[in-house]
């Protein structure tokens, strides 16, 4: 009987130090830093977006694509040769899916402020990444 007292107390401390050591190696509440950001994805929109036949599987994953380079403003940071190495398609096509979603309305395109060059950024009403209180005068400005 003494000997299984024994055993159990040992095996009581060495659990104990097991314990302690793990809740010392526990990280603490954790800060989303800057390249962590979250992207604001709208759920009727997307259930919407769903029920659109006409667009291809390559559509999808260019705008899959698109949707993990958006920047601040929900405008997309990626070259349209860096979307097609990323997502492995040609940029014939990719220029061809990019086209399909501006016709779809996920994709709005502007003119950029130097040169003459287009960019694109996701339509609000599908997707935004930026401040709550810009949300609400762009999303009119997409609609119409």
Known sequence: MADIASAMQSLYIVCKGYARRKAGAMPGRRRLHEHELFVQVFRAAIEQLGGN????????????????????G???QYSQKQIASKAYLSEAQVSRNLGHLLVAGVLVREHAPKGNQ???RFNSTLAHM????DLMWRRTQDRG
């Open 53 to 72: 036949v006409s667009l291809t599987a390559s559509d999808w994953r260019v705008m899959a694509v698109c949707m993990g380079g958006m920047i601040y």
């Open 74 to 76: 929900g405008f997309i």
């Open 118 to 120: 287009w960019r694109y």
């Open 130 to 133: 930026g401040d709550t209180a």
